[in-house]
């Protein structure tokens, strides 16, 4: 069965500060891959998403990540992040062996101070 | 306004109680999953069902029952068996199996059950 590891499980930035969040994942095949957001007190919504294609995506409010085949990683980044991103991030991998089953790295703690 | 409902919000059980989490969703989608969120632990996966009348045990499943009588519709029972209950309980759909983009997930606001 496929993993997902998220490495930091919380992270502290001031606001204008870079962010990169990482995922690694344990499968070899074809996998499509996610990122969520759980924003205090709202349900997960889906921050990005690669299926094919072009490795680096971007998704709603500034996110982009960037698929390292060889590296099995998934990694989130934003140039400059704000106040309003504090909120927990989940990385998630569907994998061709799973159906359309998803796997969840255990969550990042995001918190921007002001 | 087409999205996942769950009920309630907030629920308190008895130990010994069974207790049952809604979930209802009218995207029309085939899938539907639980999951079980704590802290530190991500979300992990209960029980899911790809289509009406079948469902499968997720990695954990102990303690926790379900059904899938109509499309829309995916609540789950948890039971006196399971022995740590208080959590945060997730509720999704997907499109289900078929093009890539049908993996993406939708969640409900989620349950947050406490045994008292």
């Known amino acids: 069965a496929q993993s997902v590891s998220q490495h930091n499980h919380h992270v502290i930035l001031s606001e204008a500060a870079s962010l990169e969040l990482g995922c690694n994942y344990s499968?070899?095949?074809?996998?499509?891959l996610f990122w969520y957001v759980q924003y205090p007190g709202q349900h997960l919504q889906l921050l990005l998403k690669y299926f094919s294609g072009d490795p680096l995506v971007k998704g709603i409010k500034g996110f982009e990540a960037e698929f390292i085949k060889s590296k099995f990683s998934f990694n989130l980044r934003k140039p400059s992040v704000q106040w309003s991103d504090t909120a927990e991030y989940f990385c998630a991998v569907n994998a061709d062996n799973a159906g359309n089953m998803l796997t969840f790295g255990g969550g990042t703690r995001l918190m921007v101070k002001p | 306004d087409g999205g996942i409902t769950q009920s309630p919000k907030y629920l308190f059980r008895k130990e010994g109680q069974n207790v049952t989490l809604s979930c209802e969703q009218n995207l029309n989608h085939d899938a539907m999953y639980w999951y079980r969120q704590d802290p530190g632990q991500g979300l992990r996966l209960i029980y899911y069902?790809?289509?009406?009348?079948?469902?499968q045990k997720g990695d954990i499943a102990e303690g926790y029952s379900v059904s899938r009588e109509k499309k829309e519709s995916f609540p789950l029972t948890v039971t006196s068996a399971q022995k740590n209950p208080t959590a945060f309980y997730l509720c999704?759909?997907?499109?289900?199996?078929?093009?890539?983009?049908?993996?993406?997930?939708?969640f409900g606001q989620g349950t947050r059950l406490t045994v008292v």
């Open positions: 069902s790809q289509i009406v009348n079948d469902f």
């Open positions: 499968y070899g095949g074809t996998v499509n």
């Open positions: 999704a759909s997907s499109k289900g199996q078929g093009e890539a983009w049908s993996t993406e997930a939708f």
